[in-house]
C-alpha cells in the first residue's frame, strides 16, 4: 500500500499545495519499507516539509515490527537536487516537532540564531537521528543527487547507483566548507573530499564507486531490482543481530572521529553563513541561489 506522509504535528490542509513531498509503502511480505521523495518536479529539493516528512516516515518503519529494510528512493529524473534554495514553497520560516534536538523554535529569531537553531535542527539533527534508525537503510540514487541530497544518501548504510546518477557538493561557490552533515573526509577520503569540494565538479556513479562511496553501479532499468534483491537478503536476517551490528559498525565510525569532526566543521560552516551575511549584499548564501548554482557548475564543466 502506498501513501503519502506528513509530519505528525500538522494537518493535510496546512500544508499548502504541496500535500504529499513523501509516500510510504511497503513491499507484499511487509518486510522492506519504501520511503521516496516526491517533490520531481523540483528534483526533490528538499524544504521542511519534505524533511519531517521523512523523519515521520522513517519513525514509521521504524515502529513496524514487519519492517526489517528501508530503502530510500526518489520519484522523478532526480534523486535530490539539494536544499531547497529557490522553489515557490521554500518555507525557511515554517517549524514542526522539534523531533530532532532540544532547541528552541527558529521562527521567532533572527540573524545567525535564526540559521544555527534551524540548520541544528533540520539538517544536522535530522541526519544524525536517521544515520541512527536501527534498521538497515539502502539509498536507491538515480540522476543528481546534489549537496543535500549527498547528506540523504551518507545517512543510508549501502548506496547502490544507476549508472546515469553523479554527485557533487558545490557548496564552496557560496563560501562555505560543505553541507552541514560534513561526512566528506569519511566517505570520500581527505585528498578526493578537497578535489570535489575546491573544484565544485560533479563526479560519476562508477568514480563513487571506485573510492569507495557507493557499494554498486548497475543500469537504470535494473536498479531498482538490484535493490530489492539485497533487501531481501536483509531481511532473512534477525532483527535485533541488525540492529546491533550496525550500532556496533557506527560506533566503530565515531571512535574514529566522524562525529566531533562533524561538530567542528559545523561551526566553522555557520561562521562562512554570517561572514556572508556581513559582506556587501549581506547574503547568507554569498548571493548564489540555485539558478546561479546551476550556471557555474556549467560553466566548470565546459
Known sequence: MSDAVIPSALKPDELGPETTPVAYETDSTGSIAYVTLNRPEYRNAQNSVMTYSLDAAFRRAVDDAAVKVIVLRANGKHFSAGHDIGTPERDFDTFYDNAAT??????????????????????????????????????????????????????????????????????????????????????????????????????????????????????????????????????????????????????????????????????????AHSANAEAAGGDSLGGMDAKSMKASAEQGRR
Not at 544518501?153 to 557548496?171: E, G, N, Q, R
Not at 552541514?180 to 563526479?203: C, D, S
Not at 532483527?239 to 572521529?257: F, R, S, Y
Open 102 to 271: 532540544l532547541y528552541w523554535d527558529h521562527t521567532d529569531r533572527s540573524g545567525g540564531d535564526q540559521r544555527l537553531a534551524r540548520e541544528i535542527e533540520v539538517y544536522m539533527g535530522m541526519c544524525r537521528r536517521w544515520r541512527e534508525i536501527p534498521k538497515p537503510v539502502i539509498a536507491q540514487v538515480h540522476g543528481a543527487c546534489i549537496a543535500g541530497g549527498l547528506m540523504l544518501a551518507w545517512i543510508a548504510d549501502f548506496i547502490v547507483a544507476a549508472d546515469d546518477a553523479f554527485f557533487s557538493d558545490p557548496v564552496v561557490r557560496m563560501g562555505i566548507p560543505g553541507v552541514e552533515y560534513f561526512a566528506h573526509a569519511f566517505v570520500l577520503g581527505p585528498r578526493r573530499a578537497k578535489e570535489i569540494l575546491f573544484t565544485g565538479e560533479r563526479f560519476t556513479a562508477t568514480q563513487a564507486a571506485d573510492w569507495g562511496m557507493v557499494n554498486h553501479v548497475v543500469p537504470r532499468d535494473e536498479l531498482a531490482a538490484k535493490v530489492d534483491g539485497i533487501a531481501t537478503s536483509i531481511a532473512e536476517m534477525p532483527q535485533l543481530g541488525l540492529a546491533l551490528t550496525k550500532k556496533a559498525v557506527n560506533i566503530c565510525e565515531d571512535q574514529m572521529g566522524f562525529r566531533n569532526s562533524m561538530d567542528s566543521v559545523f561551526g566553522w560552516h555557520h561562521f
